[in-house]
């Protein structure tokens, strides 16, 4: 233990730079940061990857050569990373609130919702960065096995698997922000398009109205590039739904929110 | 400078804060003491803008602290120590600190050796800390922006007595320096030893504030007889305040003389009459704790 002060010698505030309010890039590079600087995220993310490469692999191995194309390992590595990613996305709030990092990060930057704005920018950026990822582990797979037309991806395909990736993770981050708890997010983010499935299957009437709110059956149609106009229009207000409804909610709580 | 102005929060039926107002000027320590339970915490974040006050307003260096555009380069804030993520290395913590403020990576490393956390400790993870080295990473972290004001929550909890006396010169210095200090703690001898200015809290209200110096002086007289009972008669005959101190003695708030002469008069031998020097801020504490002086 040293006895001097560890303060400069200079008088307090005399750093360059001081004064001005820190850039949103530079608030997203942070959060972007903070996903991957613990050990919960930084595990959660090798593992999505070494699942994805064994799951790939598996493919690579015992698939049809009518399947081994790239527009189909693209799929399944999005498939794969897609079921474990919305978990980050979840945890990029949640954690602020069970860790109680809140106090310091709200301590730094006292505007919540430029926080907010953030993390959300931090979650697509993390969402489009996987989904090239998952694209690398497809062009790996299909050099090591390719199979029938093997380098088959039309552009749209591909932007289809972006999106749809990009919208899991936000879909997890902003049930994160309207619930702001691990479990009980992590429970509702699975199980309630599920439920909402079941439930559009059982019941007769609603099944008309489900299909405007389930997110999975466009995704589905437009994967399998039987999607036309209404299928777009379907995940459009889906999402709307599932990402407005909670966004709203959260953005109002976190803001109000006592942070103790 | 800090300025507290009314500040009240209620929750539901409950107010833990009620009409708090202070100022607390550059150049000084201002010691806030309390009783955990008494309102410092919720004090503080309302200082912060973490919590939203049900009244009144508070400001930092003069405006709002949520007005301030970079408030980590101007306001260091520790207020727990332990509310940082478990999986993260203590360095990694402040690296993220510094990448918000944009403050350069060697002064993690500088602060990270000035508050005596070795490069061992810098790579464990916080959850792998003790209380004393989050205290230390927390007073750290304060610093990191070379701030011109320090809010410090309980900063001497955990720490040994070498780190107790280490924080006293780092804040006196702070201070000296011009800097504005605020630190909370529920121990009178932690801010007694550094301390300017004081503010006293229990159940939600200021119950004394001011000059240490003037506060540990304004308590009167501290005396003791043979026939305690008979002397306190006599002071209360004669319209003196008295109350119990601790230790069976008697706190007067009158000159040493006038309380020699009602002693002369009634008859009664003194064993001590001095100066009480803070027992009458030690009683007023001890009141606040609910305990009986020991």
């Known amino acids: 233990m040293t006895a001097t002060a560890p303060t400069s010698t200079a008088q307090h505030g005399a750093a360059a730079g001081a004064g001005a309010r820190p850039p949103l890039h530079r608030l997203a590079l942070v959060e972007l940061r903070k996903m991957t600087d613990t050990r919960a995220g930084f595990w959660l993310l090798v593992t999505t990857f070494l699942i994805a490469g064994a799951g790939l692999t598996l493919m690579a191995s015992f698939a049809p050569p009518d399947e081994r194309t790239l527009a189909g390992f693209f799929r399944a590595a999005l498939d794969i990373t897609g079921l474990i990613a919305p978990v980050l996305g979840i945890l990029v709030v949640t954690s602020e609130w069970s860790q109680r990092t809140a106090l310091t990060t709200f301590a730094l930057v006292p505007r919540r919702g430029r926080v907010v704005g953030a993390k959300a920018l931090a979650v697509v950026s993390f969402a489009v960065v996987l989904a090239l990822v998952c694209l690398q582990l497809a062009v790996v797979a299909a050099l090591l096995s390719p199979g029938d037309d093997a380098w088959d991806l039309s552009l749209g395909a591909f932007a289809t698997g972006v999106l749809l990736q990009t919208l ?55 994967w399998d590039d039987t999607g036309d106009g209404t299928a777009w229009a379907q995940l459009l207000t889906s999402w709307t739904l599932w990402l407005g409804v909670p966004l709203a909610i959260g953005l109002a709580r976190v803001r109000r929110a006592e942070v103790a | 400078m800090i300025a507290a102005d009314h500040l009240t929060k209620r929750y539901g039926g409950h107010v833990a804060v009620d009409d708090v107002s202070f100022v607390c000027e550059p150049g000084t320590v201002t010691g806030f003491l309390g009783p955990n339970g008494a309102g410092k915490s919720t004090t503080m974040r309302m200082l912060c803008g973490l919590t939203v006050p049900s009244g009144g307003s508070a400001t930092v260096l003069g405006a709002p602290y949520a007005s301030l555009p970079d408030p980590g380069r101007r306001v260091g804030v520790l207020l727990d120590a332990s509310a940082q993520h478990a999986g993260r290395t203590g360095q990694e913590v402040l690296a993220v600190s510094a990448q918000v403020m944009g403050v350069k990576r060697e002064r993690v490393d500088a602060l990270l050796g000035a508050v005596g956390l070795d490069r061992r400790a810098a790579k464990k993870r916080v959850g792998a800390y003790s209380l004393g080295m989050r205290q230390r990473l927390g007073i750290a972290h304060a610093l990191l922006g070379d701030p011109e004001v320090l809010i410090l929550d309980e900063p001497a909890n955990g720490l040994d007595p070498e780190g107790i006396k280490w924080m006293r010169g780092l804040l006196r210095d702070f201070a000296d320096r011009g800097g504005t200090v605020l630190l909370s703690s529920h121990l009178l001898g932690e801010v007694e030893a550094v301390a300017d200015d004081l503010i006293v809290i229990g159940g939600g209200q200021i119950v004394a504030q001011g000059r240490l110096k003037e506060l540990l002086a304004a308590s009167g007289v501290l005396v003791r007889a043979t026939d305690q009972a008979a002397l306190e008669d006599a002071l209360a005959l004669a319209g003196l305040p008295v109350e119990q101190a601790g230790g069976g003695g008697l706190l007067v708030d009158a000159p040493a003389e006038q309380v020699g002469r009602v002693a002369l008069e009634a008859r009664v031998v003194l064993t001590e009459l001095r100066a009480a020097d803070g027992a009458g801020l030690e009683q007023l504490f001890f009141s606040l704790t609910g305990g009986d002086a020991a």
């Open chain 1, 168 to 222: 899991g993770v936000t879909g997890g981050f902003a049930i994160g922000l309207a619930l702001l708890r691990s479990a009980p997010a992590i429970v509702f983010a699975y199980v309630l398009p599920i439920a909402f499935a079941i439930l559009g299957e059982a019941i007769p009437g609603f099944r008309d109205t489900a299909d405007w709110l389930d997110t999975t059956a466009p995704a589905e149609a437009l």
